[in-house]
């Protein structure tokens, strides 16, 4: 089922009649005197499975932040299917995005963190519940029903009424990924979520996300360290080295057959 998708995915990128979802155009960024990305050129399309991966500090999680506006790019653009995302125009000139176009245009998209990011006062339901009826305005009768759909298709059906504080850091992170699917989103970003896991409950994350890629609706963009499953589940692969892209394609030809030599020193650690 996962190369079916990937087969499907990958003759869309490959078709130039499809535009992407997300461009990224010369995009910099810096935190102080520090540059994490330098002049990032990037497309994602609809549908695309995308890993980022990378050592420390070569920009892969300020990548989607900067997605979901957590963080602002020094310089460049971001379009989201189609519109400018930290920009708008305004007596046709582009200014800065006021906050309004941002929340409009991150409408699309839906992110899972490393720490969950749970209300720890609110039952898993109600987590779930929250944003659409707050944010989307949606009936709250509506937004039950979609969240228990949601809750059971990551297999906590039986959990409703449970706090953050009753589950594990798996079921946890679950509920992480059904308060995103919820929004209905177009583009969904995991930031290493299985890094604060312990180890043994790391599969049962993996598993969902596998889940729903297998659906290859929603553009997905996976910053992981988890390297077999980058090489099973994504139509590409992204290696950024020092603020750039220095290697990008097919899973099994970055991960398994390119000879460039940093990404060699990179992979090596997660070698038997």
Request: one cysteine or more; aromatic letters at 6%; charged letters at 30%.
């Amino acid at each position: 089922m996962v190369e079916s998708v990937k087969e499907s995915n990958s003759s869309n990128i490959s078709n130039k009649n499809i535009k992407p979802i997300v461009e990224y155009k010369k995009v910099h960024k810096s935190f102080g005197d520090v540059e994490v990305l330098k002049g990032l050129d990037l497309n994602i399309f609809p549908g695309e499975k995308v890993a980022l991966i990378g050592p420390s500090g070569s920009g892969k999680t300020t990548i989607i932040r900067m997605l979901m506006t957590l963080e602002q790019p020094t310089s460049g653009e971001i379009i989201v299917d189609g519109k400018n995302l930290w920009h708008m125009e305004k007596n046709g000139k582009l200014v800065p995005a006021s906050e309004k176009h941002l929340r409009e245009v991150r409408g699309d998209i839906g992110m899972v963190f490393q720490h969950f990011n749970l209300f720890p006062h609110m039952t898993i339901l109600q987590n779930c519940m929250t944003a659409p009826v707050q944010v989307q305005k949606e009936d709250k009768e509506s937004a039950k029903k979609r969240s228990i759909e949601m809750l059971e298709k990551v297999g906590l059906g039986d959990k409703l009424d449970n706090y953050p504080n009753q589950l594990s850091g798996g079921q946890k992170q679950r509920v992480a990924m059904a308060r995103a699917l919820v929004m209905r989103p177009k583009i969904m970003l995991f930031d290493e979520v299985t890094s604060a896991l312990d180890p043994e409950l790391v599969g049962e994350v993996l598993e969902v996300i596998r889940d729903i890629a297998k659906e290859g609706e929603m553009a997905m963009v996976l910053v992981t360290h988890e390297m077999d499953f980058a090489l099973e589940v994504a139509d590409r692969v992204i290696f950024l080295d020092d603020g750039v892209i220095a290697e990008e394609g097919k899973p099994s030809e970055v991960l398994e057959e390119s000879n460039n030599e940093r990404l060699q020193q990179f992979l090596y650690r997660f070698r038997s």
